[in-house]
T-cell receptor
Framework: GDSVTQMEGPVTLSEEAFLTINCTYT??????LFWYVQYPGEGLQLLLKATKADDKGSNKGFEATYRKETTSFHLEKGSVQVSDSAVYFCALSSPSKLTFGKGITLSVRP | GAVVSQHPSRVICKSGTSVKIECRSLDFQATTMFWYRQFPKQSLMLMAT?????????EQGVEKDKFLINHASLTLSTLTVTSAHPEDSSFYIC????????????FGPGTRLTVL
């Protein structure tokens, strides 16, 4: 079945550091890919998405490119802030349902 | 953007009572809504898919008689936890799927249920 694999966490960075969170997937067909962010005690917020190969999703300085050849959707940000501290989930639509990765906790220290 | 609300945000109840959680899509119509359960420091577990005007589809291992789902309108789905027990204590999150063809789901803020 469809699956999403995220890199192991947690991740701790200093403010203004570069961020990469790896995400790879296994799916039949051509799923849409998503990154969601969850702040403590809250639901998930859609961060960005890409619906076809080579699409780049971007929002709030975060970017991810849908790479069909490597089945990846890595999340990047050039300069993280303390306010980016949260749990990040990679997900794919498979179909009509979302399949989530395990999530990774990001902590950014001042 | 698409906004989904949940009510209540927190509920504490006694064992054996029933609790109803509401999920509303505020600025779009959602023919399909989803209910998830999240345990501490874990990912989301899909409980059921709720389609407007029809019976919900439950995931394997989820008791449909215990977790009653109703999706009576295009903007409202409810989850009722019947005869709640302490093991039902959890964070319940709903989502609503946009109709733009991309399968994008927008999530509510979650409901923290504590059963004493």
């Amino acid at each position: 079945g469809d699956s999403v694999t995220q890199m192991e966490g947690p991740v701790t960075l200093s403010e203004e550091a570069f961020l990469t969170i790896n995400c790879t997937y296994t799916a039949t067909g051509y799923p849409s890919l998503f990154w969601y962010v969850q702040y403590p005690g809250e639901g998930l917020q859609l961060l960005l998405k890409a619906t076809k190969a080579d699409d780049k999703g971007s929002n709030k300085g975060f970017e991810a490119t849908y790479r069909k050849e490597t089945t990846s959707f890595h999340l990047e940000k050039g300069s993280v802030q303390v306010s980016d501290s949260a749990v990040y989930f990679c997900a794919l639509s498979s179909p009509s349902k979302l399949t989530f990765g395990k999530g990774i906790t990001l902590s950014v220290r001042p | 953007g698409a906004v989904v609300s949940q009510h209540p945000s927190r509920v504490i109840c006694k064992s054996g009572t029933s609790v109803k959680i509401e999920c509303r899509s505020l600025d779009f119509q959602a023919t399909t809504m989803f209910w998830y359960r999240q345990f501490p420091k874990q990912s989301l577990m899909l409980m059921a898919t709720s389609n407007e005007g029809s019976k919900a589809t439950y995931e394997q291992g989820v008791e449909k008689d215990k977790f009653l789902i109703n999706h009576a309108s295009l903007t409202l789905s409810t989850l009722t936890v019947t005869s709640a027990h302490p093991e039902d204590s959890s964070f319940y999150i709903c989502s609503a799927r946009d109709s733009d063809g991309t399968d994008t789901q927008y999530f509510g803020p979650g409901t923290r249920l504590t059963v004493l």
